[in-house]
Nanobody, 126 residues
């Protein structure tokens, strides 16, 4: 079983950047497809970005395409989310998610993931 721990959240002005990290422990990250989700107050948790086990395949929500970049370093058991040109509507708790798989695919929905981190708060001021 893998444990996921996010870090890197904080308060930033609109137009600024943050980089989130998600460290996997207990199992090798290379055994897992991974993703990022976010949840704003009063809203459901939504898909942000995902990577395949190798990191070669990536996918993004339309709302973040061109601004966010997901990547991973399996040697460090770490997934990243580089967030640029942040907007106030990006304010949310960001969660890292993992799914053990042998396939080289990505997953976009919450129910596809078995493991979740505790989340890290991102606040974008206008």
């Amino acid at each position: 079983q893998v444990q996921l721990l996010e870090s890197g959240g904080g308060l930033v002005q609109a137009g600024g950047s943050l980089r989130l990290s998600c460290v996997a422990s207990g199992r090798a990250a290379s055994d897992y497809a991974m993703g990022w989700f976010r949840q704003a107050p009063g809203k459901e948790r939504e898909f942000v970005a995902a990577t395949s086990r190798s990191g070669v395949i990536t996918d993004y929500a339309d709302s973040v395409k061109g601004r966010f970049t997901v990547s991973r370093e399996n040697a460090k058991n770490t997934q990243y989310l580089q967030m640029n040109s942040l907007k106030p509507e990006d304010t949310a708790v960001y969660y890292c998610a993992g799914r053990q798989t042998r396939s080289l695919v990505i997953y976009r929905t919450r129910i596809d993931y078995d493991y979740w981190g505790q989340g890290t708060q991102v606040t974008v001021s206008s």
